[in-house]
């Protein structure tokens, strides 16, 4: 089985932009969650989505939001960048929402704000 | 709100068993404890993972105390692919509530030849 994709891999954007980071979960996974790694605060929560509907969300602003598809596709949106956004932003998939939930990382989009 | 305290670094001889520890005394008691690893800033890699008792499989042993509130990671026979940032991940919540992975800051484990 191909393992998560995540699209595009290096994102250098401006401040105020917006941006969207797409991914691709495991072929029969139907959960998503994103999370963002910095140096400073580490790996950090932002959502999880299992059928397209979001079950969990980080304690992140309102800038932050996803949204997930019929195919179990993700997308993450970040609105009116700022420089702290600067990270590596990773999705993981799983097959369910319960019982062992066994993780799988993509190997993240790093993004960059100028 | 970090759930997870894990050492800073930690150095192991090829060869050796490396003892990763864990401290979650705030853990419910619904809440799992995993164990991942990231290597060079690649998605983060499943070790394992328990809830109470102490689980092993091909690549590592948990060992979790009985009052839950710490873990060890036990990797048999340490090699040089197995440096890397390891993390102890209280999971909180169920298919019912939604999921959050809460991530301690890692131990960054270096096996030396």
């Known amino acids: 089985k191909a393992g998560v994709t995540q699209t595009p891999r290096y994102l250098i954007k401006t401040r105020g932009q917006q941006v969207t980071l797409s991914c691709s979960p495991i072929s029969g996974h139907r959960s998503v969650s994103w999370y963002q790694q910095t140096p400073g605060q580490g790996l950090q929560f932002l959502f999880e989505?299992?059928?397209?509907?979001?079950?969990n969300k980080g304690n992140f602003p309102g800038r932050f939001s996803g949204r997930q598809f019929s195919n179990s596709r993700s997308e993450m949106n970040v609105s009116t960048l700022e420089l702290g956004d600067s990270a590596l932003y990773l999705c993981?998939?799983?097959?369910?929402?319960?019982?062992?939930?066994?993780?799988?990382f993509g190997p993240g989009t790093r993004l960059t704000v100028t | 709100d970090a759930k997870t305290t894990q050492p800073p670094s930690m150095d192991c001889a090829e060869g050796r068993a490396a003892n990763l520890p864990c401290n979650h005394s705030?853990?419910?008691?619904?809440?799992?404890v995993y164990w991942y690893r990231q290597i060079h800033s690649q998605g983060p890699q499943y070790i394992i993972h328990?809830?109470?008792n102490n689980e092993t499989n091909e690549m590592a042993s948990l060992i979790i105390t009985e009052d839950r509130k710490s873990s060890t990671l036990i990797l048999p026979h340490a090699t040089l692919r197995d440096t890397a940032v390891y993390y102890c991940?209280?999971?909180?919540?169920?298919?019912?509530?939604?999921?959050?992975?809460?991530f301690g800051t890692g131990t960054s484990l270096t096996v030396i030849p």
């Open positions: 993981a998939s799983s097959t369910s929402s319960g019982g062992a939930y066994e993780q799988y």
């Open positions: 705030t853990i419910s008691g619904n809440e799992y």
């Open positions: 328990g809830l109470k």
């Open positions: 991940i209280v999971r909180a919540g169920n298919s019912n509530t939604g999921n959050q992975f809460y």
């Open positions: 989505y299992f059928s397209e509907t979001q079950r």
